[in-house]
């Protein structure tokens, strides 16, 4: 168990005085206070067992008995069982301390020494919650559910009136919590024979201990029990029954008692067990001579008697054992879990249907179900909707000690304008994997952006019987990640043109007064605010006594309007929002300037989501965030605008990954959607660990990278393995028949053009081309990082057999370690099987990772590092702006950042026309930025965009929704 979780679980008690722990911290109520009134009892002392109790605990029901058993010996056993377990539980998890709490109506604490000594022998901690003695359903209901969340907690005690003990209160108590067993689901376990999750009423088996005390041989025996109802009586009947006993019960009625009884004396009951108050008056005459007696009174008043402790004693023992068990279980549930995974089963059709069809005809697990089959503990959950969940970081904490499963990167050959299929493999494999060769893994996808949705490659589920599902929900929104960067993006921009204005518009002393207003006749600092001092060099925290010069390098940026760097986002595709004139409305004074639009997927913020790995790197990354330079040549940070900390607020939940399936069931993890042309082009850093984290040691986290392995894997292995400190046991590089004989010399393809003949007949001589030249410089790249390669053919229905043969037999000749067809888009996973094996091969092997270049060489120098050895290029040309921006970086410390190239996916080099594996080029970076807060410096190659545009007929003309059953149409 790692200490930090104890930490941040413990960090809000309160430690009271004289003890080793501290109760749950709970709000009081003064006496006299109307509604529910709640007290936490400190208890004080030691006991023998060297521990003092954390709270005070009172026990509900109080036992009599009227004969003379002894249960010394009993509990003896009892005590020294629970000790020796909680001894193993500590030496294992020497930061855990069961917690026992009891909610009980009245502040009675008749019983609460006894329980305290039996504490302080085992080593456990009890906190008591008092209530108003007419508590309502509702107040006892909120103090529960408080209860079932605290994760300190390991369980609670009901003592309350059996009135109170209602349904409602019953299905609000967490059964594994549950230590007195009365809840239904610990009722029906202990009914069916099943404890090994459940938990029996600690009063029941003392009561059967006693029983047994008397009478060595119980089976046979005949009990009565008189009175009484409840999850007591019925946890009694059953364990007696379990016992090889005859319990034979009885309602108290005053006319109908002494005939009942008399029938079962008839019987000669061996023993009887008074489930009622002290007010049963029952004649001993009634009664066998030998027979057992022992009175369970819920009476607070009733008599004491020499035996009475030691029915107490026996009860809490028993409860403390229970206390002791369901911490064992909590401890065991934050283990690593081995995955019971149910596959759901597919019947591909010939010919194939349309993706949407496909997915609308698979019925998928509720997503709940699906975490629960891979590991994933209920509250790490966060659902939206039936089909899709937030799961929450914490599950890092929670498995950090367990070994990381095998990293298998797909990439691919420099694609058409069509695609060929990355997300389309990635999904069959693991379908493959999982569905059919029974190893765990995960898919870990990007999310698909509105731009290509709606304009021209359309979604990113995958395609045939190897998607995403519901394909619609991929496609659509999601959880709403991308629409938190575009509003934390914007939000920036604005506050940047914001101040511009007011520091135009004000002096230095209406500036300070306004960014640190008096609020009750007192001026303060924001935190944020400290900071910027900080960095400043003024060490005062008091806003009267800065002087007046820093007054005005406080309140001043001093943006320089023609050197801010960021831009607004807008998650489509808008050819005209790439050059903008803002400032033009009146009440902007005439600050007047050109910016422009980005895609949202473009923003530093997507970079940071998929590259930070924790919520506090993400806040610092975000606050280091460059958006501009001052007049005076120094950079200006968010932090600086003091708006960092509103952008993790808006960023907080779209850190965690989302949650979803395969159509065979499997489980896909959706993060982050940086385009690999214009950003990084992976999946997050995030998504990836906590895959990697629940597979197991043999099990595969699949990520895929975007384009050609020429822009995502080099990114992949040069930004994000270094970010994120893991390393990949095998590259799949994705190639088609069709963008192989293009870059053999085939024509020219377009997206919603008819494909030219050369594509659709067999044409071994275009193959062979593509191989030799595209194929083989992208399997060369894989090489330059020494990881093996697994080429996986995408197999479409216009490929011939020489065709997909020739494929696999040059790859291998070009150095992949295999190379295979997938049929997955026809059948499925059972269509990877042979991809899935060669992967497998491929992670047994060693390989020898290395980066392309070391951090520290110059800005320069890795960027034609890229060029040469990546791209083959012979030489790059920098722009006079790129070279200024360049040595400009290096005088604010940004030279060791690595590179994220900006350059066209349609060609190894800087022109998409030129196809294969071009050389004797020069590459010309026309400007350089830096993404400071993502930690990369990216070089703008040619006329690269960061804002598609949209094409003459758009996907959206084919999309629309039916209005009766608001089912999507044209989608794909």
Known sequence: MRLSILRRAYGSLRVHPGSRGSGVAHRCYPAGATGCRLILRPASGSSSGGTSPRGAVHLGEKLRRDDGLDSDSSLKNVVQSTKEAMVALQRENPSIQPLLAIIQAGEDDSLLEINKKMAGKIGLNITQLCLAEQCSEDEIIEEVLKLNEDPRVHGVYLHLPAASLTSRVLDALKPEKDIDGITDLNMGRLVRGDLSKGFVSPMARAVLDLLEKHDDILEGKTVLLVGGEGPFASALQCLMEKSGMAAVKINWSSTVLKQQVCFVCVMQADAVVLLGSGQMDVP???????????????????????????????????????????????????????????????????????????????????????????????????????????????????????????????????????????????????????????????????????????????????????????????????????????????????????????????????????????????????????????????????????????????????????????????????????????????????????????????????????????????????????????RSGQPVTTEDLGVSGALAVLMKDAIKPTLMQTLEGTPVFVHAGPFANIAHGNSSVLADKLALKLVGQDGFVVTEAGFGADIGMEKFFNIKCRASGLRPNVVVLVATVRALKMHGGGPNVSAGAPLPKEYIDENLGLVAGGCHSNLRKQIQIAGLFGIPVVVGLNVFKTDTQAEIDLVCQIAKECGASDAVPCHHWAQGGRGSLELAHAVNEAASRPSNFQFLYDREMPIAEKIRTIAQRVYGADDIELSPEAEAKIDYYNQQGYGALPICMAKTHLSLSHMPDKKGAPTGFVLPIREVRASVGAGFIYPLVGTMSTMPGLPTRPCFYDIDLDPVTEEITGLF
Not at 285 to 304: K, L, Q, S
Not at 528 to 553: K, W
Not at 567 to 574: G, K, S
């Open 284 to 630: 001993s005459t009634w009664f066998r001579p030998e027979a057992a007696v022992i009175r369970c009174e819920p009476d607070e008043h009733a008599a004491e008697t020499p035996s009475k402790s030691e029915l107490w004693s026996l009860t809490a023992a028993y409860r403390t054992q229970n206390v002791v068990r369901s911490c064992s279980r909590w401890i065991q549930e934050q283990q690593y879990r081995p995955w019971r995974l149910r596959n759901l089963k597919l019947q591909p059709l010939t010919p194939v249907p349309s993706d949407i069809e496909i997915s609308r005809a698979q019925m998928p697990k509720p997503v709940d179900q699906l975490a629960q089959e891979v590991g994933l503990l209920p509250e790490e959950l966060e659902a939206y909707g039936r089909n899709k969940a937030k799961v929450q970081l914490s599950l890092l904490d929670r498995l950090h000690a367990e070994p990381d499963g095998k990293y298998v990167l797909v990439a691919g050959i420099t694609p058409t304008p069509l695609g060929e299929g990355k997300s389309t493999v990635t999904i069959g494999l693991v379908q493959a994997l999982t569905a059919h060769l029974k190893l765990n893994s995960f898919a870990c996808l990007r999310q698909p952006s509105q731009g290509p949705t709606f304009g021209v490659k359309g979604g990113a589920a995958g395609g045939g019987y190897a998607q995403v599902i519901p394909m619609e929900e991929f496609n659509l929104h999601l959880t709403g990640d991308i629409h938190a960067i575009t509003a934390a993006n914007n939000l920036v921009a604005a506050a940047i043109d914001a101040r511009m204005l007011h520091e135009a518009t004000q002096s230095d002393k209406a500036l300070f007064h306004r960014l640190v207003p008096s609020v009750n006749g007192v001026r303060r600092f924001s935190p944020i605010q400290i900071s910027r001092l900080r960095r400043l060099g003024i060490n005062s925290t008091d806003p009267a006594s800065l002087t007046p010069q820093e007054v005005s390098t406080f309140v001043r940026l001093d943006l320089d309007p023609s050197k801010i760097t960021w831009q607004r986002v807008l998650d489509t595709n808008d050819r005209f929002l790439r050059k903008i004139t803002i400032g033009q409305a009146s009440t902007e004074k005439g600050h007047i300037r050109e910016t422009g639009f980005d895609i949202a997927v473009a923003s530093e913020i997507m970079a940071i989501l998929a590259l930070a790995d924790s919520l506090e790197d993400m806040r610092n990354r975000l606050a280091r965030m460059v958006v501009g330079t001052s």
